[in-house]
């Protein structure tokens, strides 16, 4: 009997008591950061060489937010190393390295029928879960939540064993010995790293570590933005030479490449006929390999592959092939009709709002995910050993998931972590994965030649998974005579429950169609994530519509936020134009109870010159908050737009953040500008509809993406704050559609009230 996750936690729910022994039980962890000759290791975080160069382990996925400089830089901070000598080292996964704040976060995903058990962020429960199973998954801006006090510690415990072994030498107590800059000295005796490495190894480490007072912060000052670089990004000049290796740049011996096509996008689709003999006519051709629902051909390069796999032409059988107009149908009908579920409420608000002075309806096509790098994993397999080499956000799961597929334990499939060019939670799916272990097992009878799967750019759009559609009906009471102060708010938002499908896909390996049923009536906090703003209104309500629909979709940067931002911030500017109110000054208004929000739009509006967003301005404002209930991210955004013959030409975005501690104000300043940018994708383009199972976007070209010279003027200013730092890389997604949005009213006279918004017209 195979023993699930779930049926672990079920069986102990219901026998009363192992549920808990199973998460309390102590655990050890494999020893994933190994040291090779001359080098030292200090911990599950760090190795000091002898010739003084520190490497640092790093748990989590590079995708281009700069986790491979963040927390070496904690770490160099904390131990006093010289920068010019830190070197990062992307590391198999452990427990050692859990993701315990995403796994509470996700605990209604991993622990559906115990609803809250693990939510906290220092839930043992949750602490358990991830350790356990080894969950170590980039997501939702957690890295520092989870890791930064983990690199704070064995960095201190280290500079500590340092100056112990000086302390030794110099015959003095360790606690007099500074540590800075890759030295250790006392008055003028000075010891490197290099020299105190291999015997400082050997010393007890202290308990508890002994942590410098002040946290690794830049501290954000106007005009700054010039400024020279303190810590500048390991990753960067690899990337910027060409050296840098993604998924799709490694290269083995022997090694043969695969193309595929997959059926329609439906509830259920069949592979059912091919003509095997075509593709093997290629002469390049050395395998063809069918799925349940795709057919691969593997040759000596891509090319062949790709021409033979079109050339089999394969057939499949489809059952409720997903239609662009059956789901808007479907959305409008339980919009309007659908069971209700309350998600959040403030004061008392009815369902729907009694005589509500206006209602407005907004729209959200599926979006696609336009990573730069499609799918692609490279697969040997060889005497009953999977190897795979693919960039994931979820490195376990995609190492189950390709176990199972095949049929071997899991401890016969080695994952080595690749950078991923691009992914916006794309990589937290592992379809790729499985098929490409399915291939490697049927190449690898031949010899075990090593195998690079590489889906084309039709293949992405069309096998991809994208944010779900979502329809929302907006409503809200404005007293008589007050000026437009909102008295009651009401968001009704019908959309699939996405990220039930999502969870059962990622933590029970579940095919589309089972996802599909696991999540099917079920109430989303997660899909509706967003929508309750931060403005003093007394009464506010958010309702979730489950939709359920044959279009598998998923999770997407700034998920939820990037679609709820639209719909309260547009709203917002509905009601301050109806009552002749000044949008900045509206909004401020309702703001009593954050004034750093309030500061965000006052610098927003002052470096973008904000003039009231007057008729023919083209400019629009919007702000918008993320975050646990203390603390989180603020941002405020300017949009200045205009109609262009091409269409929307956005000729600057000026954005005033507020992300508390700031660790690396560089990269913090990239995460925002390219949010930003990222967010006017998802406003101008990135939609796709579907006809007959097939994407109308099956190109690139086809997502109406801005290029480079579309790109606007950028000004971003950072508010200092002391708080736990936020990660701001969705922050600035969220909050550029409704300011494109409101910038294009104030252009043009017109309302968008659907994404992408020029799917409208102009």
């Known amino acids: 009997m ?25 655990r050890a962890f494999a020893d994933a950061m190994q040291a090779v000759e001359g080098e030292y290791k200090f911990g599950a975080w760090l190795r000091i060489a002898e010739d003084g160069v520190v490497t640092v382990a790093v ?16 770490v160099a901070f904390e131990l006093g190393a010289d920068w010019r000598q830190v070197a990062v080292e992307p590391v198999p996964v452990s427990g050692a390295y859990a993701n315990v704040p995403l796994a509470a976060k996700w605990a209604p995903l991993w622990v559906p029928f115990l609803p809250g058990v693990a939510e906290p962020k220092d839930s043992l429960i949750a602490e358990r879960f991830a350790q356990s199973n080894r969950f170590t998954a980039t997501a939702d801006g957690t890295t520092l939540a989870a890791y930064e006090a983990g690199c704070r510690e064995a960095a201190a415990t280290a500079r500590a064993m340092l100056a112990m072994e000086a302390a030794d030498r110099w015959d003095i107590a360790w606690e007099e010995c500074s540590v800075e800059s890759g030295l250790v000295s006392h008055g003028k005796k000075v010891l490197t790293f290099a020299e105190l490495a291999a015997d400082a190894a050997a010393q007890d480490p202290p308990d508890p570590p002994p942590l410098r007072p002040e946290f690794a912060a830049e501290r954000p000052l106007p005009g700054q933005a010039d400024a020279p670089i303190v810590w500048p990004r390991l990753d960067l000049p690899s990337k910027v030479d060409g050296s840098h290796l993604f998924a799709g740049d490694v290269r083995l011996p022997d090694m043969v490449y695969a ?9 259920e689709c069949e592979l059912t006929a091919f003509n095997p003999a075509a593709g093997y006519a290629i002469r390049e051709v050395v395998k063809v390999v069918k799925g349940k629902r795709w057919l691969a051909a593997v040759a000596t390069d891509w090319w062949s592959a790709n021409r033979a796999v079109e050339a089999m032409e394969p057939r499949f059988t489809v059952t409720g092939a997903v239609g662009g107009h059956a789901i808007e149908e ?12 309350r998600i959040g409420e403030i004061g008392e608000v009815g369902n729907p709002i009694a005589n509500p002075e206006i209602a407005v309806r907004y729209d959200v096509a599926p979006a696609l995910h336009a990573t730069i790098e499609t799918a692609t994993v490279t697969a040997r397999f060889v005497g009953g050993r999977l190897e795979l080499w693919m960039a994931t956000q979820a490195p ?37 994965a499985i098929e490409a272990a399915l291939i490697a097992r049927e190449v690898g009878q031949d010899g075990g030649r090593p195998v690079q799967l590489v889906w084309s750019r039709w293949q992405e ?5 994208p944010r779900p559609p979502v329809a929302a009906m907006l409503s809200a009471r404005v007293p008589k005579g007050g000026g437009g102060i909102i008295d009651t708010l009401h968001a009704r938002i019908a959309a699939p429950s996405t990220h039930f499908e999502f969870g059962a896909r990622l933590f029970d390996n579940a095919t589309r169609l089972a996802a599909f049923d696991a999540a099917e009536g079920k109430a989303d906090a997660m899909v509706v994530e967003g929508a309750m703003p931060r403005y003093g209104i007394p009464n506010m309500a958010v309702d979730h519509v489950p939709v359920a629909l044959p279009l598998a979709t998923g999770r997407m940067r700034g998920n939820a936020h990037g679609y709820t931002a639209f719909f309260i911030e547009s709203f917002i500017d509905e009601i301050a134009h109806k009552h002749s109110r000044e949008p900045l000054s509206f909004r401020i208004g309702m703001l009593g109870g954050d004034p750093r929000m309030v500061l965000c739009l006052q610098q927003a509006a002052r470096l973008a010159e904000w003039d009231g967003g007057v008729d023919q301005s083209g400019q629009g404002i919007a702000c918008h908050w993320m ?18 013959s091409g269409g929307v030409r956005v000729t600057k975005l000026s954005a005033a953040v507020d992300i508390g501690r700031i660790v690396n104000l560089d990269i913090a300043r990239q995460q925002i500008e390219g949010g930003l940018v990222y967010g006017m994708g998802l406003a101008l383009g990135s939609g796709t509809s579907y006809f007959g199972g097939l994407p109308s976007a099956q190109r690139l070209s086809d997502l109406d993406l801005p290029l480079l010279a579309d790109c606007p003027e950028i000004a971003v200013e950072f508010i200092a704050g002391e708080e736990d730092p936020f990660d701001p890389g969705e922050l600035g997604v969220a909050v550029a559609a409704p300011a494109i949005a409101n910038a294009l009213f104030s252009a043009t006279g017109l309302r968008f009230r659907r994404l992408p918004l020029i799917s409208e017209g102009l």
Do not use: N
């Not at 095949?406 to 794309?426: E, K, N, Q």
């Open 2 to 26: 195979r023993v699930s996750r779930r049926g672990v936690l079920a069986g102990g729910a219901l026998g009363g008591g192992l549920l808990v022994a199973w998460y309390l039980m102590p």
């Open 59 to 74: 748990p989590q996925l590079e995708m281009g937010q700069g986790v491979t400089t963040i927390l070496p830089q904690i």
């Open 259 to 267: 193309a595929i096509k997959h059926g329609p996008v439906a509830r």
């Open 330 to 341: 479907k959305l409008s009908r339980l919009l309007k009709k659908g069971t209700t579920h």
């Open 396 to 432: 376990e799961q995609a190492r189950i998931a390709a176990a199972r597929a095949i049929g071997i334990a899991l401890g016969d499939v080695v994952l080595y972590p690749s950078p991923a060019g691009g992914s916006f939670d794309r990589r937290l799916e592992h379809d790729h």
């Open 461 to 465: 759009h069309l096998a991809g998974i």
């Open 627 to 644: 975050g646990p209930a203390v603390g989180g991210g603020r941002i405020a955004c300017v949009a200045t737009a205009r109609r262009d």
